[in-house]
Each structure stands twice: as C-alpha cells, then as structure tokens.
T-cell receptor, first 110, second 119 residues
Framework: QSALTQPASVSGSPGQSITISCTGT?????????VSWYQQHPGKAPKLIIY???DRPSGVSNRFSGSKSGNTASLTISGLQAEDEADYYC??????????FGGGTRLTVL | QVQLVESGGGVVQPGRPLRLSCAAS????????MHWVRQAPGKGLEWVAL????????LYADSVKGRFTISRDYSQNTLYLQMNSLRAEDTAVYYC????????????WGQGTLATVSS
C-alpha cells in the first residue's frame, strides 16, 4: 500500500488560511469516508483533529475543517496561529483492510 | 482520563525479538479496537497493526506481516506487539493508539517507545 500524497510543506502568515491536500485512490480516500487528520508537534505524539472526513473531536478548534472530493481529501486551517506550526498527517482506511498515512506536511507559520 | 503508556523499547540486534507493551487506563479496554503505529527517526507515520475489541480480528501492514503479532490481555488492560526477525528498517518510535469506534480513526495515543535495531 503506497502512502497517500501530501505536499511536503506549506506556510502562511498569522490570521491567514491554508489548505493541505491528501491524494489517494479509489481504494482508499475515494472509496471511504474514513479519512482522518492528525497534528504532531516536535517530539510529541500525534493528535486527532479531524475524523470521518470533516468531523472534529470535542475540544478541537473550529478553525480546523476537512473535506473530500473524489480521491483527494483536504484539511483547512483558518485564522492561522503560531501554535498551529506542526506536522500534519492524513490517514485513510483501505480496501485491503489496512490503514495508510500520508507522507506528512510541515506547516510553517511565518 | 484515557491514558496509554508504552514500554519495552530498547536496542536489539537484527534477527532478535522484542515485545512492546501498552498499558491502558481510563476507559473500558474491552470496548475498543487498538492500533500500533510507528515512526522511523525523522520520517512520517506508518500504520502497523490493529486488533479488534474482542481480539478476534488482527490486521497487519504488509511490511510486518508474518513477523509481528498483536495481542491483548483484558485482565491486565494491556496491548502487546511481539516483534520477531527484526530488521534495521524496523527502527522507530512505536505508538499504541485507541480506535475511535465506527470511524476508523485513532483518538488517543501513547507517548511512544523507541525500538532500535542495530548490531
């Protein structure tokens, strides 16, 4: 199972919005609404921020939103804050009864 | 509150075994599937294995199938990963994570334990 495709890096200024894409195939992202997103700060464990494409766990800021079109899922962060600087990973359930992560995207807040 | 605490990491020679543990607390362990996810130094996340809440279904990534075994002990509320025939490329921080029932996402993670395979 190949990793989902994410941009290696994105950046934005405080207050701006950014979008991170996550491209897979019809066997994973396109075939199921089981796409989730994780935020990971350096040296820390990942944290779930979006599940089932666009739902937020309790306690996660509504500045984080998710969507999907075809084989590509997207994470949008609005009103960028310094604390959002981190690595972001998408993950999808697959038709092989496995899970696959994206390669990760480093977000830099300028 | 939900807590997951991994242990068992260390330095091991290629070809040797290692068993990781994940002690769970703060939730009803038998109600949730559990995953192992790993992260090689400076690299991204890689899904490793899942065990269902009842222990009957076990799924593995191709990269570890036939070498790693996931299991759980309900009396100890502990998740395990038995890793055999270890290779240098298995060097990683190993995280255990709880499956958020019905959504196939990982809602709580441990802090990770580092397994280093080196001669």
């Amino acid at each position: 199972q190949s990793a989902l495709t994410q941009p290696a890096s994105v950046s934005g200024s405080p207050g701006q919005s950014i979008t991170i894409s996550c491209t897979g195939t019809s066997s994973d992202v396109g075939g199921y609404n089981y796409v989730s997103w994780y935020q990971q700060h350096p040296g820390k464990a990942p944290k779930l921020i979006i599940y089932e494409v666009g739902d937020r766990p309790s306690g996660v800021s509504n500045r984080f939103s998710g969507s999907k079109s075809g084989n590509t899922a997207s994470l949008t962060i609005s009103g960028l804050q310094a604390e959002d600087e981190a690595d972001y990973y998408c993950m999808s359930y697959t038709s092989s009864d496995t899970w696959v992560f994206g390669g990760g995207t480093r977000l830099t807040v300028l | 509150q939900v807590q997951l605490v991994e242990s068992g990491g260390g330095v091991v020679q290629p070809g040797r075994p290692l068993r990781l543990s994940c002690a769970a607390s703060g939730f009803t362990f038998s109600n949730y599937g559990m995953h192992w996810v790993r992260q090689a130094p400076g690299k991204g996340l890689e899904w490793v294995a899942l065990i269902s809440n009842d222990g009957k279904n076990k799924l593995y990534a191709d990269s570890v199938k036939g070498r790693f075994t996931i299991s759980r002990d309900y009396s100890q509320n502990t998740l395990y990963l038995q890793m055999n025939s270890l290779r240098a490329e298995d060097t990683a921080v190993y995280y255990c994570a709880r499956d958020r029932s019905t959504s196939w996402s990982l809602d709580y993670w441990g802090q990770g334990t580092l397994a280093t395979v080196s001669s």
